[in-house]
């Protein structure tokens, strides 16, 4: 067992989860801002592997690999996640007004399963605050910000664009690129605005207001999808992006399926209210990217999030059509190793795959099976 196994085991488990990751991540973002520290951590946790280099969204990147929206949700530990190996950050979701979330206990370790459920509910301190922290910011290391927006729950449905809108503005100018969530499961009403009639005139808005604020370079915008959706209203959701001139779609967000839930064995937790992530979300997520990349193929970016644990799976979402990878929940179960093992299994598969290029293995599943059909 690794060093952070037996710590999880005998420590981190017992915890209760949100105060394990507050911990945890004030123990990163300490690391972080020490020069001498910092750089030893990052020469150890985060070794580059040149096959590797990404470029997706238009932006260069170390490799593939990130860390999911939800980690970090109000951008205070930008430096620490990426001296852990993270090759993207996705901070977020952050709403238009502050808020608190649900009432605590909201998060719950499923660790049989190596799952977590979570009903956070967009706890950030809102995007005035998050844009102000982004433009204090003096990154130590260079790395790539995703910014993920969604929704304050007090506003109503029919404020849901212009609550957008104004976060977009806000963040817009400090985001390499831009995510509209409209897929977390504790928000009333917030999945409702992946139906294609909603959809559209939100991402039309949310772009326009990306180009309002930022006029030197093009914001890259994406939409984060659920699993739960039906596979109609994934092609649907795809082809919208497509006619939108969307840069990418993130598939996908948690899922309010309990299915592959085999291990833990305490029914009360499995009932918990929430979104389920981690191990028993993989298949249904792969799936969810194969049928985008059916659809749009490498005219957008797809980003595979869902259930991702180590280089096989990295590699799998890859060779379904994923350009970029990312993952929260293994990290928990995996520690700080989590971003240089599968760096290292990544770099490793590539090597004895038929492609020369990270590029080359994106799509090459579909491409096969096109083929042989
Ligand atoms: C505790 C927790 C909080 C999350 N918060 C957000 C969020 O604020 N916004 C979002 O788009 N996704 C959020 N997610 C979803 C993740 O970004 C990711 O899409 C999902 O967990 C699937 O990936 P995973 O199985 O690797 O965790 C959250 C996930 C967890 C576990």
Redesign the pocket.
Known sequence: MSAYGLLFRLVLRRLDPEDA?RAAFALIRAVARVPVLRTFAAAYLAPRHRELRTEALGLRMHGPFGL????D?NATGIDGLSMLGFDHV?I??VTGQPQPGNERTR?FRLTADRA?I?R?G?N?DGSAAVAARLAARRPAFRTVVGV?I?KTKAVPESGAVADYVTSAERLAPYADYL?V?V??PNTPGLRDLQAADRLRPLLTAVREAADRAVTGRRVPLLV?IAPDLADEDVDAVADLAADLGLDGI?A???TIARDGLGLTSDPALTAETG?L???P??ER?LEVLRRLYARVGDRLTLVG????TDAEDAWQRILAGAGLV???????YEGPLWSRTLHKGLAARLRVSPYATLAEAVGADARTRKADA
């Open positions: 990751h999911a929206a939800g980690f949700k996705e977020g979701t998060l977590l979570n956070m967009f950030n993920n969604g995510v969530n897929s977390s984060k993130i996908t967000n948690t979104g992530s981690g191990a979300l993989r997520s999030a869902g259930g991702i990312q993952g929260y929940t293994a990290f928990v």
